[in-house]
């Protein structure tokens, strides 16, 4: 475990220094709560994975045997939790994973929750029990969590977008991630993901240009390549592409057109 870890350890190096250089990672996200579909994923080359305890249908104790799905091939892993909770935010950091995104942060008050409870004292109040995360880890991850573990809040509403600042200047939010299909509900735009609207465009353009000022991670999720292409010319540094629902969906309906076609 210990030599797959040391793998994913300098992977997450590589694309932090890949960040610093602007250039664009991709992420792949995980909706199904199967190990072996996550390990199918971990096959097709991503430079992370994400698995969605949101609105994917993985709770906690399919989101481990995922990470032990995942862990051979040395993919990063982050996991976006439910809801802004202190209870399954520090036991999803106990986990292991290398990152964690947190949906609806809307305040600095609440990204000051985010950070506090994902940092061990002196700088939160995370609550000590790694209980996989001390074995997938190399060497004393009560010293090393703090630093290397990365914190997304994630920014998808006009509520949100008010409050940018107070957000970005949080300490211990290692970056912002947009969620666009709420953004656009928020700013009363159908919501829905490759958003070309005008308005959801600009929003977009204000979060990154914020993120960018405050030089913090800014990721967001997006559908097709030619919109996360888009997207990372426009300066995004981390570039969610599909999910495993989708690319199965979508494989087999194209599939069932080619036959019907022939």
């Known amino acids: 475990m210990g030599c ?14 890949k960040w610093q250089s602007g250039i664009s990672t991709l992420n792949g996200w995980i909706s199904l709560n199967n190990h072996f579909a996550a390990e199918i994923m971990s096959h097709a080359e ?22 032990q799905g995942i862990l051979g091939r040395g ?19 106990d986990s292991g994973v290398n ?3 947190c949906p609806m942060i809307n ?20 609550s000590f029990g790694p209980i ?15 630093d290397e573990v990365l914190i997304f809040a994630m920014i998808e509403t006009a509520r949100a977008m008010e409050n940018i600042d107070d957000i970005l200047s949080t300490d211990g939010i290692s970056g912002i991630y947009i969620g ?49 292409k888009k997207m990372g010319d426009l300066g995004f540094d981390f570039l969610t592409l599909g999910s495993d629902a989708f690319y199965m969906l979508d494989g087999a309906k194209r599939a069932i057109s080619t036959f019907r076609n022939l």
């Not at 991503?46 to 990470?67: A, E, K, P």
């Not at 914020?210 to 919109?227: C, E, F, L, V």
């Open 180 to 228: 666009p299909a709420d953004l656009s509900s928020s700013l009363g735009v159908k919501p829905q993901f490759d958003q070309e609207d005008s308005k959801v465009s600009d929003a977009i353009a204000f979060i990154l240009q914020k993120a960018k000022s405050y030089k913090k991670i800014a990721g967001i999720h997006n559908q097709t390549p030619a919109y996360a």
């Open 75 to 93: 993919t990063p892993v982050f996991a976006r939790i439910p809801w802004l909770e202190a209870g399954i935010l520090m036991k999803t950091l």
């Open 4 to 17: 797959s870890m040391n793998a994913t350890l300098q992977n997450m190096e590589s694309i932090k220094q």
């Open 46 to 67: 991503f430079d992370t994975l994400t698995i969605d305890m949101q609105h994917g249908v993985s709770d906690y104790s399919t989101l481990v045997s995922q990470l």
């Open 107 to 126: 305040t600095g008050e609440e990204a000051r929750q985010l950070a506090k409870w994902s940092k061990y004292p002196p700088k939160g109040e995370r």
């Open 132 to 146: 996989r995360a001390k074995f997938v880890w190399e060497g004393d991850y009560y010293s090393v969590a703090n």
């Open 99 to 101: 990152g964690l995104i």
